[in-house]
């Protein structure tokens, strides 16, 4: 074996990276390599469920996380794929293209000088002596026959015969197959492509919205938002969509599944920047709402308890509807409630809501149902900073207690604060009092923005012609010969030879056979 | 994340270099620069000349006291708009500075007025009595009306985002976040006082 030298290896990784088979196995473990992405929580489509991953599986989450297993389609394991994939195929695409468009303006092969070898080969004796103009009309009709096939036809000089005077016909035809294969790869690069490049011009943010209140498509109003590489700001279309109403219908029949949700509908105003009306719309699980240029799907829902508290003289001083985050299939909820202005001194509420308050054995309250029958909601109070004033953000669904101190619940000696709807407690040390107002769902919707959506569709539409053409045009070589047999008669000779898989090759010979002589047959 | 974004600025550094390339074959490179030669941004400001604003930004709503208001109640005025909400701790820390920026220049033709993005009534008084605010705001949580008018080009992209209107309502400038200091705002508003009516 020679030895390779610097340039012999660069050039034999070259020639082994951009063949067919590399692609293929390239794509296959592209496709392998995105199954984790549908198994794990993703940073950019799933935010809450990777805290929640690293919160039930510490040690797992970190081993995953070190493999970029929570940013799949980012990390540098599928990047590398992708883009070896990516030169693979436009180091396949380019030499294949430019041998093909010499194939294109090429004649047919000259015609073999034993047809017999060739892999379908048929020779017919027919009772008609050989003669010049006999020779030539047959030629000619060869050539008629199979350009009206369509093949591309030239006639070569018989090497046997010095005058030159008779001649075999060559034909080919098929080229499309190979046309329709780069289109398939040129669609493959182009779909590529579009999703490394026009990705970068996408978004993803979620953002809870409670029934009454209202989202403005603006960087400012998401709760987390992924934006591409090349996002801006200004690219957000301006609409904003209301929450009307988020209902919920739940199982009554089936004792086994009583109690799960069949469906959930959010009801939806949407309105753009300069019209004073909106239009009301529905947006359900897996029907997601298609509103400028951006699809708006349903992610989670919850309830948000109206909280009004007020200050010992009875002024209100806060009021809101808290989306208190599910915790279970019941809907035990966990919410944080933090009024930072009009009483005495700060005041942080952690609470817990059971739509269906029911308590165990050992005096735990649980939620024993979905839907809201007895609804109930407790909260331990702090006292103190909330830490919001020092001007670094805080999240609204956490509550930072190090500078607080706690003032009912456990430890304290004071109970937890318990509220029913519309029922109204006091707060310790004579702060002032809480309400619990009533009780609105709220709906968490992700928009999402890609620009690539439609370029792949054409892409996958072209994907397809291109491998319809590739694999059902057949790619075949004919040849027709005109011999004399030893005493003076003609033989007419047929040959065919295929270029890739082609099961009609034979009857396709035959077929030329029986229509080329069909006039010595039919005298017969 | 760190390799892939290595990767990632490598590819774009290499199609940068591709766009210089097309770019030196026209001759015309000074192209970047001809896109938008008003909008000069440094930091978190973003300044709009006179010639180049769009329409008048136009919004009405209910503000913390009950009232209904709308922009044409303070036509002819420099506006200023700020989007905050109680709970925002940086909207907290510039509250006592537009505040004191508002009471010098109320009485030179320049009006504040807050816009909250999340809060009821009673959540946002509390907060305007804790800083003593003077100027009132608009409750845009439900309702949506004037984050929607501001949206597009120039929005409000944090929260805190503080817009300065010239007389005829359109967009002159714009901070996004916290005011850093009282001297940008003021330097702001002087710069659109000045524009001869």
Same mark, same amino acid.
């Given at each position: ?128 002596? @050989? ?75 979620? /953002? ?28 957000? @279309? ?172 456990? =430890? ?47 892409? #996958? ?6 491998? #319809? ?30 270029? =890739? ?21 039919? /005298?017969? | 994340?760190? #390799? ?81 909400? #109680? ?78 209107? @010239? ?31």
């Amino acid at each position: 074996m020679p030895a390779l030298g610097l340039v012999g290896w660069a050039r034999w990784i070259w020639r082994q990276l951009t063949s067919m088979k590399t692609a293929l196995w390239l794509l296959v473990l592209l496709a392998i390599a995105a199954v984790p992405g549908s198994l794990v929580p993703q940073r950019t489509a799933d935010p809450n469920g990777v805290l929640q991953y690293f919160k039930n599986n510490p040690d797992g989450a970190r081993v995953l996380d070190s493999l970029q297993a929570f940013d799949v389609y980012t990390s540098v394991w599928f990047s590398a794929i992708y883009l070896l994939l990516f030169i693979s195929l436009v180091g396949c695409v380019i030499p294949r293209t430019r041998h093909h468009w010499i194939a294109l303006r090429a004649a047919p092969p000259l015609t073999p000088r034993r047809l017999s070898r060739m892999p379908v080969h048929e020779a017919h004796e027919v009772d008609v002596q @050989d003669s010049g103009p006999v020779r030539a009309e047959l030629v000619e009709e060869g050539m008629r026959l199979l350009r009206r096939s369509r093949y591309r036809v030239v006639t070569y000089p018989e090497p046997g015969d010095p005058t030159g005077a008779s001649q075999s016909v060559s034909a080919e035809r098929g080229y499309l197959r190979e046309t329709g294969n780069l289109l398939f790869h040129v669609a493959l690069v182009g779909i590529l492509a579009t999703i490394a490049i026009g990705g970068g011009y996408g978004y993803i943010g979620q /953002r809870v919205v409670v029934e009454g209140q209202t989202f403005v498509n603006t960087r400012a109003a998401y709760d987390s938002f992924t934006p591409g590489r090349f996002f801006d700001n200004s690219m957000l @279309d301006p609409y904003s969509l209301t929450l009307e109403k988020f209902s919920v219908q739940y199982e009554v029949q089936n004792p086994k599944a009583l109690g799960m949700a069949t469906d959930y509908t959010a009801r939806v105003s949407v309105r753009d920047q300069g019209s004073s009306q909106g239009h009301t719309s529905s947006i359900k699980v897996n029907e997601p709402l298609s509103v400028g240029g951006t699809e708006v799907y349903l992610l989670g829902n919850g309830y948000a308890p109206e909280i009004t508290v007020k200050d010992p003289t009875g002024k209100v001083v806060f009021s809101d509807t808290i989306p208190f985050l599910p915790q279970d299939a019941n809907l035990t909820s966990l919410g944080v409630v933090k009024v930072p202005d009009g009483l005495k001194s700060q005041v942080g509420m952690i609470g817990f809501f059971y739509p269906t308050q029911a308590v165990a054995a050992n005096g735990a309250f649980y939620s024993a149902y979905p839907d809201l029958v007895t609804p109930l909601v407790t909260f331990n109070v702090y006292t103190g900073d909330l830490g919001l004033d020092s001007g670094a953000p805080k999240s609204v669904y956490t509550l930072d207690t190090s500078s607080m101190t706690q003032v009912t619940g456990r =430890g304290t000696g004071i109970d937890s604060l318990q509220l029913t709807p519309g029922q109204t407690v006091q707060l310790p040390n004579g702060l002032g009092s809480v309400e619990l107002t009533g009780i609105k769902r709220f709906a968490s919707f992700q928009v999402a923005h890609d620009p690539t959506q439609g370029f792949v569709f054409g892409f #996958a539409i072209v994907i397809l012609v291109g491998l #319809a053409l590739a694999l059902f045009v057949p790619r075949r070589r004919l040849w027709v010969r005109i011999n004399t047999s030893k005493t003076g008669r003609l033989v007419l000779e047929y040959a065919g030879l295929a270029r =890739g898989d082609d099961p009609g090759l034979a009857a396709a010979v035959t077929d030329l056979a029986q229509r080329h002589r069909s006039r010595f047959t039919n /005298r017969d | 994340m760190n #390799a892939h974004a290595r990767l990632w600025s490598a590819l774009a550094v290499f199609s940068t270099g591709l766009i210089v390339l097309s770019g030196c074959v026209g001759g015309s490179g000074d192209d970047l620069t001809k896109v938008r030669p008003s909008y000069s941004t440094v930091g978190p400001v973003t300044e709009i000349a006179r010639a180049d604003r769009a329409n008048p930004v136009q919004f009405s709503g209910t503000l913390d006291n009950g009232e209904t208001a709308s922009s044409t109640d303070w036509a002819g005025k420099v506006l200023v708009v700020n989007f905050w909400y #109680a709970g925002c701790a940086p909207c907290r820390a510039e509250a006592p500075d537009l505040e004191a920026v508002y009471s010098e220049f109320k009485d030179q033709g320049v009006m504040f007025v807050g816009v909250n993005v999340r809060d009821q009534a009673g959540t946002a008084q509390s907060f305007a009595a804790t800083f003593g605010i003077t100027y009132p705001s608009f409750l845009d949580a439900n309702v949506g009306s004037i984050q929607l008018a501001f949206a597009g080009t120039v929005a409000p992209n944090v929260v805190p985002t503080t817009v300065v209107l @010239d007389r005829e309502g359109r967009v002159a400038s714009r901070i996004v976040g916290q005011l850093e200091s009282r001297s940008i705002l003021q330097t702001l508003l002087r710069d659109t006082l000045a524009e001869s009516p």
